[in-house]
């Protein structure tokens, strides 16, 4: 409609002209909204007469009911008023419509702690698997046997599953983990210290609402986790970095005049991401820092299965858990790395006395669900499934770093620095400044590669220059591939800065070679 409809033939026949019979969209939809446009736009105006249902059913070949479904939901949004005995008019909308449109439009942001939050977030983009830290090999997951599982458990779920759950997680789930973490990790526990959380994310930020208040001090690891940063960041604390050196968190350098910390977070088993292990006597210096002041210890035990040349150390749990599993320190897990990010289950071990309060909460402020997945789960560790998966990736993801160490060889034999790589997902190559750093990415988004710089996973400067490659979730091929146009922007990077540096210093009017042309990804 253009104009006013002032007769009701004249809406019957607009109508007719707009309706769409052989169409995905039900008629009766078709002409609520139809009739909807046009009432909000003004150009049925208020008053109006509608034709009545059976009139409106005639004159358009429709069945009567369809035509009730479309006006019956006009009233019931108060679009249309039904009078009685006199039919359906268009209600008056004038009151809303005449609002200023300043009046109605949304504030158009976000909060300054929205805004803060955002700031730690980046952006979202398509990951390049060859890189990509953190993302497991999907391609070695046993798809058909944990469908097998899922199809079973969903059949025989239990009614009660469906109801509101206080529990903190499927008993068969805690305990095949409780048994699990005991043997592989040393934890110690029972299944009623553990709570089941949607991914490790969410204990974290179940840690920083029941422990702690707003401008509490929290010990981070410098350069630490993002997730954590951001999770303890958006709780209101004041996240103090402490730098990393080869032994993992040192409390000895916290920033001088630092206050007591509520937190300490640590990844003992492989800090994230520079990737060294804490020795134990580092270990217990730090739960001896932790008692003196009155903090929580976060363990963060992301990835601690997939060691290659050295033996797992003892987790920080076990080795502070006493008489009465009272130990200062909140172990927690996750299940995206061994098996995959969008199964979205991790867990925490907490001391006996902490265990009720953080199932209230998580009930309260998450709830719980997903029992017929968490009884899969259950049985795919129990008998022995898990393991067996983690054994095979444990040796894919060896051969995957060592396809990537052979790829990088042409830059290492040149200076490059890699990491040890001893365990877990990524590699990390050291590089001279944050504008190498920002060379090298603006060269990769030209070829669709992501970088990772390690400078991100600073919260202060100084920051060290770096990448953190993953290599985990990518095959042979793609790695190889992916490693070698690495190698090779590195190089020319640096024979180009050489070059530059050459003519600066050398005699006037002497000429250098041009940079080389960067290669694509092949």
């Known amino acids: 409609m253009t104009q006013r409809a002032t007769s009701t033939d004249g809406i019957i026949d607009a109508l007719a002209l707009r309706l769409v019979p052989r169409t995905d969209t039900p008629l009766a939809r078709q002409l609520y909204q139809l009739l909807r446009d046009w009432i909000q736009r003004g150009e049925l105006s208020a008053g109006s007469r509608l034709p009545s249902s059976r009139r409106l059913a005639r004159g358009l ?87 097998r599982l899922l199809r079973r458990h969903y059949r025989q779920a239990e009614q009660q599953w469906l109801a509101y759950q206080t529990q903190g997680g499927l008993l068969a789930l805690r305990e095949a983990l409780c048994d699990y973490l005991t043997l592989s990790r040393a934890v110690r526990c029972r299944p009623e210290q553990i709570v089941i959380t949607q991914g490790a994310q969410q204990a974290f930020e179940l840690v920083a609402q029941l422990l702690t208040d707003r401008g509490d001090s929290v010990w981070m690891e410098e350069p630490g986790y993002g997730g954590a940063q951001t999770s303890f960041l958006a709780a209101g604390l004041d996240v103090v970095p402490v730098p990393v050196d080869d032994e993992g968190i040192d409390p000895a350098r916290r920033p001088e005049g630092s206050a007591s910390p509520t937190l300490i977070y640590v990844t003992p088993s492989h800090q994230y991401p520079s990737g060294v292990t804490m020795p134990v006597p580092r270990r217990l210096a730090l739960l001896e820092q932790a008692a003196a002041h009155g903090a929580w210890v976060i363990e963060d035990d992301y990835d601690s299965e997939f060691r290659y040349d050295i033996p797992p150390a003892p987790s920080l749990q076990g080795l502070a858990a006493g008489p009465g599993d009272q130990a200062p320190v909140i172990y927690i897990g996750t299940f995206s790395k061994v098996l995959y990010p969008a199964l979205r289950l991790g867990y925490v071990v907490l001391p006996e006395a902490l265990a009720p309060s953080f199932r209230l909460a998580q009930a309260r402020l998450h709830r719980e669900g997903h029992y017929p997945i968490q009884a899969a789960l259950a049985e795919f560790i129990q008998r022995g499934d898990f393991s067996r998966h983690i054994a095979r990736m444990r040796i894919s993801y060896r051969q995957r770093q060592a396809c990537l160490r052979r790829a990088l060889a042409p830059a290492v034999a040149e200076g490059l620095v890699l990491s040890s790589g001893h365990a877990g997902m990524h590699l990390v190559a050291e590089l001279a400044s944050v504008a190498e750093e920002e060379a090298l990415m603006a060269k990769a988004r030209l070829v669709g590669v992501t970088l990772s710089p390690l400078s991100r996973y600073y919260l202060k400067a100084p920051m060290r220059a770096g990448l953190v490659l993953g290599y985990a979730g990518a095959t042979d091929d793609a790695i190889l591939r992916a490693g070698r146009w690495l190698a090779h922007a590195w190089l020319d990077l640096k024979h180009s800065n050489s070059e530059r540096q050459a003519l600066s210093e050398g005699p006037r009017g002497a000429v250098g070679h041009g940079p080389a042309k960067a290669r694509t990804l092949g």
């Open 61 to 147: 070949s429709l069945g009567r009911n369809t035509v009730l479904a479309a006006t019956e939901r006009l009233i019931a949004e108060g679009l249309v008023e039904s009078k009685q005995g006199a039919g359906l008019f268009v209600a008056d909308l004038s009151p809303f419509t005449a609002l200023p449109a300043e009046r109605l439009a949304a504030p158009g942001r976000v909060s300054a702690r929205g805004e803060a939050l955002l700031e730690r977030c980046g952006t979202l983009s398509e990951r390049h698997l060859a890189f990509a830290p953190g993302v497991p090999g999907l391609d070695l997951f046993p798809h058909a046997q944990w469908q």
